[in-house]
């Protein structure tokens, strides 16, 4: 009589545990399914292409930058005598038809110096100044008689040259147009050589412009130092020559495979 209702309670602990095995259980499978579902699709092939575009300037103006430099044993000697140089360079630009606009100050120092006897700390023997003048020259053939005239007021040093072009922007466009040419003719060889041909572009960087630079020269530098305040020998030659202006391209683009056409 009492079979019953132990029989009905053996079949709820069963019916009980096959519930919590499917509980426990589905878990497990639930994962395997949502990674089979956003399984990434394969890469589809690129041709990766870099360019390189180039142009030729010639200058129409410079910027020369001019040194006067002065010592003496007193700071307040050495000062004036540097400004009454840098106002005879000044007079002398002036002269030249160059105005106040084209002549900055680019940089003013006064200085101590030393003296270094032996076995004894060193000790001041006495100071330097020096000015630099920012000339801007808007005619090239001009540039050697800015540099005679200044080196006749008194200037000791010309530190740099640097060549310009009034459409430098132009052509920086220009390069970067032939970069991206090169880069996409490149591509197309490519393309054709693995037995395809090339797709949509699917983008393009550029790496950098290069810009033209100022022309230095110690050389120069050592010849004007040592004939500053007195030179009479023949105008100082100048060559700008050529500006390069260079851009540089990074590419990718589609490749299709099949056929090349």
Known sequence: MTSAPHHAEDHMSRL???????????????????????????????????????????????????????????????????????????????????????????GYNLTQTYEYPKNQPPRVNGFTARNAIRAEVRRLDDVGKVIDAA?????????????????????????LSSAVQQARSDAEVMARAAGGRLGRLISVNSTGVSQPIAVRGATMDGVLTSAAGGYVGPPTPI????????????????????TSR
């Open 16 to 106: 009980v545990r096959a519930v919590s095995f499917l509980l426990i259980a589905s878990p497990v499978f639930s994962p395997v399914h949502s990674q089979a579902a956003t399984a990434p699709s394969p890469r589809e092939p690129e041709i990766t292409a870099s360019g390189r575009g180039e142009v030729r300037l010639s200058p129409d103006y410079a910027y020369v930058v001019i040194g006067i430099t002065t010592q003496s044993p007193s700071a307040v000697q050495t000062a004036s005598q540097n400004a009454a140089k840098v106002a005879a360079t000044l007079s002398a630009l002036r002269a030249l038809g160059l105005t106040e606009q084209q002549i900055v100050t680019s």
């Open 239 to 258: 060559n700008p020559g050529e500006l390069n202006v260079v851009a540089f391209v990074f590419t990718r683009w589609e490749f299709i495979g099949g």
């Open 151 to 175: 080196i006749n007021a008194g200037a000791t040093d010309v530190s740099s040259i640097q060549f310009l072009a009034s459409n430098t922007e132009e052509a920086r466009r220009t390069a």
